[in-house]
């Protein structure tokens, strides 16, 4: 590396502060990740009138969020911009297509710009590395807003939900039915984090990252690897599932064909806990990865896991943008 290069970077990233960049599940620690949910549960209470705040109701009063997408989404999008729009601040929404990202600007030197603008950045993409430079780059907090690795921010909706609907998850055992993909990996990531045992059933071809499983078991996660749907469910306390087909597939041909025995029906979920939950991130392909009366069953929790998208990013938004004091929001104040 040149000694200007150095320079730079060194000149970028070496404030007295670091900011809290929310890569990937693994990045907190479990007490932090648990503390992000108490605020996202405290705050989701507020909102509905359940807990009188501690805090007046807008922690991110003049701040903006920039979210930045190289890959559609419909929860994504939604679910950060009206999060931080109900804790006070902004947002701007940048494709790539209309920024010069999409003519070839390099992401450092859009990370070092966009962090002149905005208190913090969402990243959607279809290139891990994207998002690690902005990472290195921006000197305001980055959040995953999914790459072709990972899905950290639907992971943590979906624990929100599970505890909502059964309590704590620690201990509670996890079926992950399907493609072993980037939700899959935020998913195994998770179980090492909030101490749930978590069976996959997926073709062997696509078999989650070893990586990725290898650093789960590391760090005492209990996690199952088998071809066989059944072996997954049997006495499972959530069933999940997602597309056979991500954005950043190109085989799709290929993965239905492979798949065809990974759908979940109700048989399969016979084989679960009697009041077994069904989980997706959404969107769903009805008929392909999941029934359409698995979906509409009283198992399934699909939407509110679409819902809690915007409770559990409001307590992560609150996490990297407001300093010590973080913890503090969605507290119950006096009555
Ligand atoms: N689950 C999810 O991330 O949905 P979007 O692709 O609509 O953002
Ligand atoms: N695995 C899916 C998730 C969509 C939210 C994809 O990457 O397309």
Redesign the pocket.
């Known amino acids: 590396m040149s000694a200007v290069l150095t320079d730079i970077r060194a000149a970028t990233a070496g404030s007295a502060t670091a900011p809290r960049h929310f890569l990937n599940i693994r990045d907190l620690d479990a007490t932090t990740l648990r503390q992000i949910l108490d605020v996202a549960a405290g705050v989701k209470a507020m909102q509905q009138g359940r807990r009188r705040p501690l805090h007046p109701a807008a922690p991110l009063a003049g701040r903006t969020l920039g979210i930045l997408l190289s890959k559609p989404s419909t929860r994504t999008r939604v679910s950060f911009e009206v999060g931080v729009r109900q804790l006070g601040g902004d947002a701007v929404i940048l494709t790539s297509a209309e920024t010069q990202l999409g003519r070839g600007e390099s992401v450092a030197d859009t990370a070092r710009v966009l962090s002149r603008f905005v208190d913090a950045l969402v990243l959607r993409t279809g290139r891990t590395a994207a998002l690690e430079d902005l990472a290195k780059w921006s000197s305001v907090p980055v959040i995953n807003g ?1 790459t072709p690795d990972s ?1 950290p921010v ?1 992971i943590l909706a979906d624990i929100m939900t599970f505890e909502e609907h059964r309590g704590p998850i620690g201990g509670r055992t996890v079926a992950w039915i399907g493609d072993g ?3 899959a990996s935020s998913l195994i990531e998770a179980a090492a984090r909030f101490g749930f045992r978590l069976r996959l059933a997926t073709p062997p071809s696509l078999a989650p990252s070893e990586r990725v499983v290898a650093w789960a078991r590391a760090e005492g996660a209990d996690i199952t690897l088998t071809d066989d749907p059944r072996e997954a469910v049997a006495g499972a306390d959530c069933v999940v599932t ?2 056979w087909v ?3 597939d190109e085989d799709a041909a290929e993965r239905i064909i492979l798949l065809e025995p990974y759908r979940v029906d109700t048989a399969l979920m016979a084989r679960a806990a009697p009041d077994a939950l069904f989980m997706h ?1 959404l969107p769903a392909h009805i008929g392909e990865e999941v029934t359409a009366e698995v979906f509409e069953s009283r198992a399934s929790v699909v939407f509110d896991e679409a819902e809690n998208r915007l409770h559990a990013q409001k307590g992560l938004l609150i996490w990297a943008l407001c300093g010590d004091a973080w913890q503090t929001y969605g507290q119950e104040g006096e009555r």
């Open positions: 999914l899905h639907q993909n980037n939700v997602d597309t991500s954005m950043s991130c």
